[in-house]
């Protein structure tokens, strides 16, 4: 059964950086769409950025970034197979939120951040940015 296992949450002053990590496991296929989403109690899960990842591909491949987090948020292929990166800098107390790694099998595409795409889910690892 495929298990997503994220890393890096944490509390930061508005200004600075955490990196989260999330690596699927169990996964048997050449092909993987991840996903961050970030949510906060009483809205909807909001999605943060996806990358593809393909065998073929060792830097990874296409990726695509929320309006919120453009040129502040970089998704990157991790260095084990199957996992991501989300480098987030310049974090504001609105980035405040859980986050979760989602991945789904085959590419991302434009409909990227809906939820309804993804079958697999992490538990979520909390973000914390204070003023």
């Known amino acids: 059964q495929v298990h997503l296992a994220e890393s890096g949450g944490g509390s930061v002053q508005a200004g600075g950086s955490l990196r989260l990590s999330c690596a699927a496991s169990?996964?048997?296929?050449?092909?993987?769409?991840m996903a961050w989403f970030r949510q906060v109690p009483g809205k909807e899960r909001e999605g943060v950025a996806s990358?593809?990842?393909?065998?073929?591909?060792?830097?990874?491949?296409?990726?695509y970034s929320g309006d919120a987090v453009k040129g502040r948020f970089i998704i990157s292929k991790g260095s084990a197979k199957n996992s991501a990166y989300l480098q987030m800098h310049m974090l504001k107390p609105e980035d405040t939120a859980m986050y979760y790694c989602?991945?789904?099998?085959?590419?991302?595409?434009?409909?990227?951040?809906?939820?309804?795409?993804?079958?697999?889910w992490g538990q979520g690892t909390q973000v914390t940015v204070s003023s």
């Open positions: 989602a991945a789904r099998a085959g590419a991302c595409s434009d409909s990227w951040s809906l939820t309804s795409r993804y079958e697999y």
């Open positions: 169990a996964y048997k296929y050449p092909s993987i769409c």
């Open positions: 990358i593809y990842l393909n065998v073929a591909l060792p830097n990874g491949g296409t990726s």
